[in-house]
């Protein structure tokens, strides 16, 4: 079987089915945009059942966040059908409600399974994460102790217990090193990527990198919401996309930064920046909040040396100070406290 | 949320209709045998409306194939599970759990692929984008897309070999 046919079945598949009048789809999709809140909190259909019960999960695990001291209230505001962000983001909130052991030094780094993972993929993971350099021990966490420890954290919310089945819930892999620096997350990291839909997120004990990450992001979360659209760029330009720069250049992985958060971040500040609008300031400074805490929690994806920022660096003529530039708590940024900032 | 002029003369409606072939291919591609594509790609321009007119965008397509991704994605994974608990219940009554498969189709052996691998493909072997572009479709790394690609195309013959053998074999008997 060669590429050739590949590419015949591809474009065979491309070009199945009838093609509709864009016109009318794009009429029909303008009026469903204003009533996706409605749409998707109906039970019109199973195809959408999976979108509405891990919105309920995250608005609920945001209140956790929250009560756990965490800092998690960005997630508060977050939209509850905001399916472009949720689909990339549930997971981490996850791990931030999860990453217990990492925190009480348990565990150097959490490794979390895609749910639908069969016992074979558990197997694969398992060899593959053994093999790793440094590798001391690893305990597996199966449904039944994920599902109990999840029940231990949400004690008492009902509305959260009902909302999630167990098998929702991604197993996962603790690991220990018997040495957790450079090399061994880069080996983890690169590892992870390898792995590709079999890890559904990853956790790994914070180091002081990522706590300088958590100084400058959250300059652009504050950025995002008090300033004009010349101090934003100007500020992400230059401090923020030089201090990444510099820490990528120092050739240590950073793994705490989530990948899309910087992207959604990076998308909105370098394209055209007359035409941010106040929600998109909005979601930019939610998803530098979210970054924040992720550093905090070594929560994500790793950040490796091709996400390339590639913005170089400008003066700085004027940026408003921030107020908090230190704590890195989500919770004291004027930014990210009111649903409507901005607006 | 209004069709608003993107400042060039096209609403974003004429946007959508010039885009609207591409995009409807990309979702073919992203949508599981089960999905009508039309669906998918509407779902996924109703999701972008929601917050943005699609002439306030920079690259409305590359968004827009972004979040056709997504749903598909998430899509699949709801359906994945439906398909095990159908499987399940075959096993519990003793029939055979093909008989239960609701997504029988010519082209459903390229379910086997997942939709993130579908997409790659396609869009670097078929659309010949540049792996900066799959990278963006998929919100992963350009280094790990080249990853993707290798994986999924190797799946990709796997299947289509499997397929073809299978073919040859009923035919022979």
Redesign the interface.
């Known amino acids: 079987m060669n590429d050739r046919n590949a590419e015949t079945a591809l474009r065979a598949l491309a070009d199945r089915g009838s093609p509709r009048d864009p016109g009318q789809l794009y009429d029909e999709a303008l009026a469903r945009s204003t009533t996706l809140d409605v749409d998707l909190s109906s039970s019109d259909g199973a195809q959408r059942s999976p979108v509405r019960s891990r919105s309920r999960y995250i608005a609920a695990a945001a209140a956790v966040l929250v009560v756990a001291g965490i800092g998690g209230a960005a997630w508060l505001n977050r939209s509850d059908d905001d399916s472009v962000e949720q689909l990339n983001t549930d997971g981490s909130v996850f791990c931030q409600v999860m990453a217990g052991p990492i925190a009480e030094g348990e565990a150097d780094a959490l490794v979390y399974l895609d749910p639908d993972a069969s016992a074979a993929d558990v197997e694969q993971v398992e060899e593959a994460l053994m093999d790793l350099p440094g590798f001391a021990d690893l305990h597996y966490v199966d449904d039944e102790e994920t599902w109990a420890a999840f029940q231990d954290i949400f004690e008492g919310d009902e509305a959260m217990l009902e909302s999630v089945r167990p098998e929702q819930l991604p197993t996962s892999f603790q690991l220990t090193f018997r040495e957790f620096d450079g090399a061994a997350k880069a080996a983890l990291r690169d590892e992870i990527q390898r792995l590709g839909d079999l890890v559904y997120d990853f956790s790994a004990r914070s180091e002081e990198l990522d706590r300088r990450l958590v100084d400058h992001v959250g300059l652009i979360g504050y950025l995002a919401d008090h300033s004009t659209t010349y101090a934003w760029n100007q500020g992400f330009r230059s401090v923020v996309a030089d201090r990444f720069e510099e820490i990528l250049a120092g050739g240590e992985p950073v793994d705490a930064g989530l990948r899309y958060d910087l992207a959604e971040v990076q998308r909105l500040v370098t394209t055209d920046f007359e035409r941010i609008s106040p929600p998109e300031r909005t979601a930019a400074a939610e998803a530098a909040a979210r970054l924040v805490e992720r550093a905090e929690t070594g929560c994500g994806l790793v950040v490796d040396d091709d996400f390339g920022l590639g913005l170089g660096g400008e003066s700085v003529t004027a940026i408003e100070p921030m107020p908090t530039t230190t704590s890195g708590t989500a919770g004291t940024w004027p930014t990210t406290t009111s649903g409507t900032a901005g607006d | 949320?209004s069709?608003a002029d993107d400042g060039s003369g096209r609403s974003?409606?004429e946007l959508?209709?010039d885009l609207?072939?591409r995009l409807?291919?990309?979702a073919?591609?992203a949508a599981p045998s089960d999905?009508?594509?039309?669906d998918l790609?509407?779902?996924a321009?109703?999701?972008?409306?929601?917050?943005?007119d699609l002439g306030?965008l920079?690259?409305p397509e590359a968004y827009l194939r972004?979040?056709i991704v997504?749903?598909a994605?998430?899509?699949n994974?709801?359906?994945?599970?439906?398909r095990?608990a159908l499987i399940r219940v075959a096993h519990a009554a003793g029939t055979d759990a093909d008989a239960v498969d609701p997504y029988p189709s010519d082209?459903a052996l390229?379910d086997e692929l997942?939709t993130?691998d579908?997409v790659a493909?396609?869009l670097a072997?078929?659309e010949r984008r540049p792996a900066s572009e799959v990278a963006d479709a998929l919100?992963?790394?350009?280094?790990?897309v080249r990853?993707?690609l290798s994986?999924a195309?190797r799946r990709?013959?796997?299947v289509?070999?499997a397929s073809?053998e299978a073919t040859f074999e009923g035919g022979a008997r």
Do not use: C, K, W
């Open positions: 949320m069709s974003g409606r959508f209709a609207y072939p409807r291919r990309v073919a591609v999905l009508d594509p039309d790609l509407q779902e321009l109703a999701r972008v409306l929601r917050h943005s306030d920079d690259h972004r979040t997504n749903v994605s998430n899509h994974r709801s359906r994945g599970r439906e095990r082209l390229l997942n993130e579908r493909v396609y072997d078929v919100d992963i790394s350009t280094v790990a990853a993707r994986r195309r990709l013959r796997e289509l070999a073809a």
